[in-house]
Each structure stands twice: as C-alpha cells, then as structure tokens.
C-alpha cells in the first residue's frame, strides 16, 4: 500500500482545540496546521528521486516516540523490534510475489512498502542511511565475483551446514 507523503497534524489534533477557554489552543492549532501545510507544499516541491529515501528517513526518525494514533510509522516503532521485522518480511514477500507474477505495475508499489518498511527498520536498530551509502560506496567497482572467491573458505553458514 502506498501512502502520501504527510506532515500534517491530524484532524483529530486540530479539533481537541475546541470549546470555552480553548480558543487560544485552536488558534495555536491552526498555525501548526498552516506551518505544517507549507511543509507539506515544500515536500511537493521536492525532487521524485533517489534522494527521497533520505527524507523518508529523517520524517521516520522524527516519528519515533511520537503519538502511535496521529502517525503510523509511531505505531509500528511503538511496536517493537519483532512486529517491524515481522511486517518488513511480510513486504518483502509480497514485493517478490508480484517481481514472479511480473505483475511490474504492482511491483513497483511494493518495493516502496518495502522500502518504508526497511527505514522503519533502521530507525529501530538505531542504522543511518549515510551508514548504508557508505557501506554501498565500499563495495563500488568490486566485483560481487571477485568478492566471493576472495572470501575464506571456512565461513560461518557453511560450517554449521
Ligand atoms: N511510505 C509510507 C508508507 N507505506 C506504507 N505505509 C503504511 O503501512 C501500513 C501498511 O498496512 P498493513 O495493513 O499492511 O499494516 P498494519 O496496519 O500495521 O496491519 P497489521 O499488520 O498490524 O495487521 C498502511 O497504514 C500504510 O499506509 C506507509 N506509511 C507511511 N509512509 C511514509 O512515512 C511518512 C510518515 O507517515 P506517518 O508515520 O504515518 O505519519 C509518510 O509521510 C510517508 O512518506
């Protein structure tokens, strides 16, 4: 499932602020609701590319410990380590489902839960993305081949084989 990028308080948060005596909380309400809303135009702004993996991850990080009910990323976090493995495994199985059935249209919205998912992940075990790119870098212009071969032979998977 595919969702919109948002950085808007719920409505549910903007109509708490009703009521004698809360006109000062609705009027706060509504300028977090407007800030939030040119947050929001400015996202639109943003490029549609690889670099929205980063932004994706800094509004998750930004999540964390936040209320469960406004945002789902909170929930999922709120959840712990095995219902966010749990789920990411579960996109991860749907994303190779539709890749078999190459079924592209619909493998494209997967990889993006997947892609959430994997972030949601790494704010969890406390990984940056920068620590990934890096690790990507590392690897760059070495053959997967090459690598393999270079490996010693006595590996941990192997001896417990
Ligand atoms: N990319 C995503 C994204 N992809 C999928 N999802 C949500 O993931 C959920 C998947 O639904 P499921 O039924 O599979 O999972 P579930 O509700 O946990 O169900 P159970 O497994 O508990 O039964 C849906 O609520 C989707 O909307 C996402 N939620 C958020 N984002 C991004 O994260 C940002 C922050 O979102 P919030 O944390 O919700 O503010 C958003 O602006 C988006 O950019």
Redesign the pocket.
């Known amino acids: 499932?595919?969702?919109?990028?948002?950085?808007k308080p719920s409505a549910k948060t903007a109509s708490k602020a009703t009521g004698k005596g809360q006109s000062k909380k609705a009027a706060s309400a509504k300028q977090a609701e407007t800030k939030a809303e040119i947050v929001q135009d400015d996202l639109l702004n943003e490029p549609a590319d690889k670099t929205v993996l980063d932004r994706?991850y800094d509004?998750?990080l930004s999540?964390k410990d936040t209320d469960p009910s406004?945002?789902?990323?909170?929930?999922?976090l709120s959840r712990g380590t095995y219902?966010i493995a749990q789920?990411f495994g579960?996109?991860a199985v749907e994303c190779l489902i539709e890749a078999v059935a190459g079924r592209k249209d619909l493998l494209v919205g997967e990889s993006?839960?997947v892609l959430?998912?994997l972030v949601v992940l790494w704010v969890d075990a406390g990984v940056t993305p920068e620590e990934v790119w890096a690790e990507l870098r590392r690897r760059e212009g070495v053959s997967g081949i090459a690598e393999k071969a270079a490996r010693p032979k006595e590996t941990f998977a192997k001896k417990d084989k």
């Open positions: 499932m595919i969702k919109k990028v948002s950085t994706l509004v998750v999540r406004v945002s789902h990323s909170a929930r999922l219902k789920k579960e996109e993006a839960d959430y998912h």
